[in-house]
Nanobody, 123 residues
Framework: QVQLVESGGGLVQAGGSLRLSCAAS????????MGWFRQAPGKEREFVGT????????YYADSVQGRFTISRDIAKNAFYLQMNSLKPEDTAVYYC????????????????WGQGTQVTVSS
């Protein structure tokens, strides 16, 4: 089992920045990919981006490419979603997730999920 605990959501104005954190525990993550997803009210869950724990290769959805960056801190067993140039349409509950690395990029089904954190971008 992998446990994931998120933090860092909140309210921000359009054009602003926010960083989400996800603390991971429970297993050696060397063969895992970590991901971020989001779900807006009335919409399906949407893939945001993913990163391999090792060696740290990342991949992003077109909607966030160039604005969002995923990173990980191996020493802290944590990974992050840095969100810049935020738009009102980025408003959603954001979830971190982890999965055994089976295919790349991992954009679909993940094995473990965080509890979600609300991000609200005001216009």
């Amino acid at each position: 089992q992998v446990q994931l605990v998120e933090s860092g959501g909140g309210l921000v104005q359009a054009g602003g920045s926010l960083r989400l954190s996800c603390a991971a525990s429970g297993r050696d993550l060397s063969n895992y990919a970590m991901g971020w997803f989001r779900q807006a009210p009335g919409k399906e869950r949407e893939f945001v981006g993913t990163i391999t724990w090792s060696p740290g290769t990342s991949y992003y959805a077109d909607s966030v490419q160039g604005r969002f960056t995923i990173s990980r801190d191996i020493a802290k067993n944590a990974f992050y979603l840095q969100m810049n140039s935020l738009k009102p349409e980025d408003t959603a509950v954001y979830y971190c997730a982890a999965t055994l690395l089976r295919t790349w990029p991992s954009t679909g089904s993940f094995d473990y999920w965080g509890q979600g954190t609300q991000v609200t971008v005001s216009s």
